[in-house]
């Protein structure tokens, strides 16, 4: 069975600052998809970035980037120049790359709270 | 863009009622999902569609039924509305369900349903 741990319920970083919400997995599965989700106060769960585990670079989407150590079993999202609207719930998540219908299992989410 | 769309974003029901929540989305996607989502529970998986008119049960089916008529829209119905049943409820769709980037799930807005 697959498991991500976010271990920071919340996370406060200043304007223009970077800032990175941890996560880390737990799977046998040899190959896998890592997924960053943002979560406004609004409710939409907005899709930021993926990571393939045999990706050799590291992901990144425009001000996302994803700090991905498989050694560690870590995934890492890293925001470059906060903004007020990077305020939200953050989710990590995962699914195995296997036959047949897989479930997108997601971890607890970190708050971040970006402030002026 | 993949969109999502939910029929509503707040709904208010009494116990008893029949309540529909529908989704659809607009990028030809095999693959939609209901989940809800509570406070300290993090997001749950309560049926998938993987097929037209094909479905299967998640992690807590019990309380719901889906119907799937057209790929595009997948409904969740809650045949006796309960209290217990009050959440939040999301939509997403995929294009395949492994872990590769085309299995990424888009959601839609959310429906924050009340149930008295």
């Known amino acids: 069975a697959q498991k991500i741990t976010q271990t920071q319920p919340g996370m406060f970083v200043q304007e223009k600052e970077a800032v990175t919400l941890d996560c880390t997995y737990d799977t046998s599965d040899p190959s896998y998809g890592l997924f960053w989700y943002k979560q406004p106060s609004s409710g939409e769960m907005i899709f930021l970035i993926y990571?393939?585990?045999?990706?050799?670079q590291n992901a990144t989407e425009g001000r996302y980037s994803l700090n991905f150590q498989k050694a560690r079993k870590s995934a890492n999202l890293v925001i470059s120049a906060s903004q007020l609207g990077d305020s939200a719930m953050y989710f990590c998540?995962?699914?195995?790359?296997?036959?047949?219908?897989?479930?997108?299992?997601f971890g607890t989410g970190t708050r971040l709270l970006v402030s002026p | 863009d993949v969109k999502v769309t939910q029929s509503s974003r707040y709904l208010v029901k009494r116990t008893g009622e029949k309540v529909f929540l529908e989704c659809v989305q607009d990028?030809?996607?095999?693959?939609m999902f209901w989940y809800r989502q509570d406070p300290g529970l993090g997001l749950r998986l309560i049926y998938f569609s993987y097929d037209v008119k094909m479905k299967e049960k998640g992690d807590i089916p019990e309380g719901y039924s889906v119907s799937r008529e057209k790929k595009e829209r997948f409904s969740l119905i809650l045949e006796s509305a309960s209290t217990n049943q009050t959440s939040m409820y999301l939509c997403?769709?995929?294009?395949?369900?492994?872990?590769?980037?085309?299995?990424?799930?888009?959601f839609g807005p959310g429906t924050r349903l009340t149930v008295l």
């Open positions: 990028m030809d996607h095999e693959n």
């Open positions: 997403a769709s995929s294009r395949t369900s492994g872990g590769t980037s085309t299995d990424t799930q888009y």
């Open positions: 998540a995962m699914i195995p790359m296997n036959t047949g219908f897989q479930k997108l299992v």
């Open positions: 990571q393939g585990s045999y990706d050799q």
